[in-house]
């Protein structure tokens, strides 16, 4: 039986699922265990639409590369980039992109497979079961423990998934279109979104399952008193 350790350590985010859905049951059982995570003052900021409906999600992708394709670089209600990339972390961002598409063999110039490829985020990467967690606005105005918490939140999404023999992909991709989500899902106004999670069974055969960006070491960033 692996560890909560050894599941941490293993975990990678998987970009290719088969065609199989995600049973309700085993849906709530990942979502009830989930709300135990803790949080600021027992605050529980997370409010989670669970999807698994082909056509809402594919309203959903559609919106969203429509708007894209509109040349809108996003339309979100939080910045979860920094405006200003310190050498450190764009060294990080941009080995992790050449790593990943060095792995496909896709080529830097090849914008139609590049493309390709940051729309399959919104294509769900094939998976049959996303969650859209949003907190309410008054949660993240001037204050950032609902982020934190959510964070947190997510963490435990993906580890407990791995029970049900799930993956998963944490997508800061709809971050940047949150407007757009809440518009398609038609949710009540207070709320915004701040991340999706696609859940389903990893596609085994696809090459891209196997890449596993680097971790920087803790001497990095670990300091010991």
Not at 53 to 74: E, F
Not at 162 to 176: A, H, K, N, Y
Request: hydrophobic share 40%; net charge neutral; aromatic share 10%.
């Amino acid at each position: 039986m692996p560890t909560i350790t050894d599941t941490i350590i293993n975990r990678s985010s998987k970009r290719a699922f088969l065609d199989k859905p995600v049973p309700r049951e085993i849906q709530e059982k990942i979502l009830k265990a989930a709300a135990m995570t803790p949080s600021g003052a027992n605050m529980q900021p997370w409010i989670t639409y669970a999807i698994s409906d082909k056509d809402v999600l594919k309203n959903i992708g559609d919106a969203i590369i429509q708007k894209m394709n509109s040349g809108v670089a996003h339309d979100q209600f939080i910045q979860y980039y920094p405006l200003e990339w310190k050498p450190l972390y764009k060294k990080r961002r941009f080995e992790t992109g050449i790593g990943l598409y060095a792995h496909m063999e896709v080529d830097r110039k090849d914008i139609e497979k590049r493309t390709k490829m940051w729309h399959d985020n919104f294509r769900w990467f094939n998976a049959q079961c996303v969650f859209f967690v949003f907190t309410d606005k008054t949660m993240i105005d001037g204050a950032v423990g609902a982020l934190i918490d959510c964070g947190a939140y997510m963490q435990s999404i993906m580890l407990i998934a791995r029970d049900f023999d799930l993956e998963s992909c944490p997508q800061g991709s709809t971050t940047e279109f949150g407007k757009v989500v809440a518009r398609v899902l038609d949710v009540p106004d207070n709320l915004a979104l701040l991340y999706s999670v696609v859940l389903g069974y990893e596609d085994k055969d696809a090459k891209i399952n196997s890449y596993k960006p680097q971790r920087a070491d803790i001497s990095e960033n670990v300091v010991f008193i």
